[in-house]
Nanobody, 130 residues
Framework: QEHLVASGGGSVQAGGSLRLSCSASGYIYSTNCLGWFRQAPGKEREGVAGFYWGDGSTYYADSVKGRFTVSRDKAETTLYLQMNLLKPEDTAMYYC???????????????????????WGQGTQVTVSS
């Protein structure tokens, strides 16, 4: 059964770190484009980091560049988001998502910018206190 399971959220103080994990079991056979997104109360969902399975290309929101790193495990079944130097404005529900089908790197980058993914997992809450 295909599903995306995100975990690793929690509460930390500003400047702290968290690592989120997304188990993409099942989806690895039907997608090569995954990403992390977040949504804070009263705000629109935004892309945080994207990953192109084909060549390891990564994409980041300007607000997290230099602080967050997206990666995958060697078995290529789990997507990670390492979050360092967390700020209160990073507080949100974080979701992992996948695009249906195998697409080009250019298309993956475009889908990340427009947050147009097909499959969404349940979220994991990240709360950063000042």
């Amino acid at each position: 059964q295909e599903h995306l399971v995100a975990s690793g959220g929690g509460s930390v103080q500003a400047g702290g770190s968290l690592r989120l994990s997304c188990s993409a079991s099942g989806y690895i056979y039907s997608t090569n484009c995954l990403g992390w997104f977040r949504q804070a109360p009263g705000k629109e969902r935004e892309g945080v980091a994207g990953f192109y399975w084909g060549d390891g290309s990564t994409y980041y929101a300007d607000s997290v560049k230099g602080r967050f790193t997206v990666s995958r495990d060697k078995a290529e079944t789990t997507l990670y988001l390492q979050m360092n130097l967390l700020k209160p404005e990073d507080t949100a529900m974080y979701y992992c998502a996948a695009v249906n089908g195998y697409i080009s790197e250019v298309t993956c980058a475009s889908r990340f910018r427009t947050t147009t993914y097909n499959y969404w997992g349940q979220g994991t809450q990240v709360t950063v206190s000042s």
